[in-house]
């Protein structure tokens, strides 16, 4: 023990602003990769892989040799456990680290034409809720829908409120399932989305609002749900469920989040274009 505390002080004495600056990187590094997993089922067992990670010095400290043996051995074959048990954190991470500016640029960049889009999706989705009509949309963002896209009937009609209306109407064969929307394109409907596996939601939320949450943990796209039962509309947003919005409100914080997204993205696209240049300049 005595050891571990001198090498701890000698490592405070020893730290220079590179080591400070490194320390401050891995804890950014770590924070970030908490806030993927919050909430859900990996963050449980991540607390368990803490324990036994305690309890490892702990039982060398007071000799349970059996103990020791055994908690050496759980972490020697859970390796391989950890990345099969947390495969779709483990892939969301990566998608989320993966996304690239130069993947997709094709986004609205005028105002006035992404306000118009917005504006038919939320007239679509307020005349459904106050008929209760039950409506699963989502709006793509920088990530890629293509397999969800895959798994419904492709449509690549303009956006407009009545034909969303039309889409959700009750025995349709498209009403039961997402409709997905690219740009200022309805590219399909009845798609199946991925349901969370969080447990900690509402009970009372249906399969609607948990395919919302878990297609919005797998990527970074808007999700839209008005509920059958209720009539309340929600928007499903990085893994969380914000709920009854208003025709105006929702229209407000869609504009919002989307104009933020892109500027970032398009500033980004050219930043990397520049740099590009100027290396190219260089070498010739």
Same mark, same amino acid.
């Given at each position: 023990?005595? #050891?571990?505390?001198?090498?701890?002080?000698?490592?405070?004495?020893?730290?220079?602003?590179?080591?400070?600056?490194?320390?401050?990187?891995?804890?950014?590094?770590?924070?970030?990769?908490?806030?993927?997993?919050?909430?859900?089922?990996?963050?449980?067992?991540?607390?368990?892989?803490?324990?036994?990670?305690?309890?490892?010095?702990?039982?060398?400290?007071?000799?349970?040799?059996?103990?020791?043996?055994?908690?050496?051995?759980?972490?020697?074959?859970?390796?391989?456990?950890?990345?099969?048990?947390?495969?779709?954190?483990?892939?969301?991470?990566?998608?989320?680290?993966?996304?690239?500016?130069?993947?997709?640029?094709?986004?609205?960049?005028?105002?006035?034409?992404?306000?118009?889009?917005?504006?038919?999706?939320?007239?679509?989705?307020?005349?459904?809720?106050? #008929?209760?009509?039950?409506?699963?949309?989502?709006?793509?963002?920088?990530?890629?829908?293509?397999?969800?896209?895959?798994?419904?009937?492709?449509?690549?009609?303009?956006?407009?409120?009545?034909?969303?209306?039309?889409?959700?109407?009750?025995?349709?064969?498209?009403?039961?399932?997402?409709?997905?929307?690219?740009?200022?394109?309805?590219?399909?409907?009845?798609?199946?989305?991925?349901?969370?596996?969080?447990?900690?939601?509402?009970?009372?939320?249906?399969?609607?609002?948990?395919?919302?949450?878990?297609?919005? #943990?797998?990527?970074?796209?808007?999700?839209?749900?008005?509920?059958?039962?209720?009539?309340?509309?929600?928007?499903?947003?990085?893994?969380?469920?914000?709920?009854?919005?208003?025709?105006?409100?929702?229209?407000?914080?869609?504009?919002?989040?989307?104009?933020?997204?892109?500027?970032?993205?398009?500033?980004?696209?050219?930043?990397?274009?520049?740099?590009?240049?100027?290396?190219?300049?260089?070498?010739?």
């Amino acid at each position: 023990m005595n #050891e571990i505390l001198n090498m701890i002080i000698n490592t405070i004495k020893n730290m220079d602003v590179w080591a400070i600056l490194d320390i401050l990187v891995v804890s950014y590094v770590f924070f970030k990769g908490y806030m993927l997993i919050k909430e859900t089922r990996a963050e449980q067992l991540l607390k368990g892989i803490g324990l036994i990670l305690i309890l490892i010095p702990i039982s060398m400290l007071l000799k349970l040799n059996m103990l020791n043996f055994i908690l050496n051995k759980t972490i020697t074959i859970g390796v391989l456990s950890i990345i099969i048990i947390f495969q779709p954190e483990i892939r969301r991470a990566l998608e989320h680290i993966g996304r690239s500016t130069f993947e997709d640029l094709h986004v609205i960049q005028d105002d006035v034409e992404l306000e118009n889009v917005i504006t038919e999706i939320v007239t679509a989705v307020a005349a459904m809720a106050e #008929e209760r009509t039950g409506a699963l949309i989502a709006i793509e963002q920088s990530t890629g829908l293509g397999e969800v896209i895959q798994n419904g009937t492709t449509l690549d009609a303009k956006v407009s409120s009545a034909l969303l209306e039309n889409i959700f109407v009750v025995n349709t064969p498209l009403h039961d399932g997402a409709t997905i929307i690219k740009n200022d394109r309805i590219v399909a409907s009845g798609c199946v989305l991925p349901l969370t596996n969080n447990n900690s939601i509402n009970k009372k939320l249906g399969t609607r609002h948990r395919a919302a949450i878990g297609l919005s #943990e797998n990527s970074d796209a808007l999700i839209i749900v008005v509920s059958e039962e209720t009539g309340n509309i929600s928007l499903a947003v990085n893994g969380r469920l914000t709920r009854n919005y208003d025709k105006d409100k929702l229209k407000s914080i869609l504009l919002k989040i989307m104009r933020n997204r892109r500027d970032k993205r398009v500033k980004s696209y050219k930043e990397k274009v520049k740099i590009w240049m100027i290396n190219l300049k260089s070498k010739k």
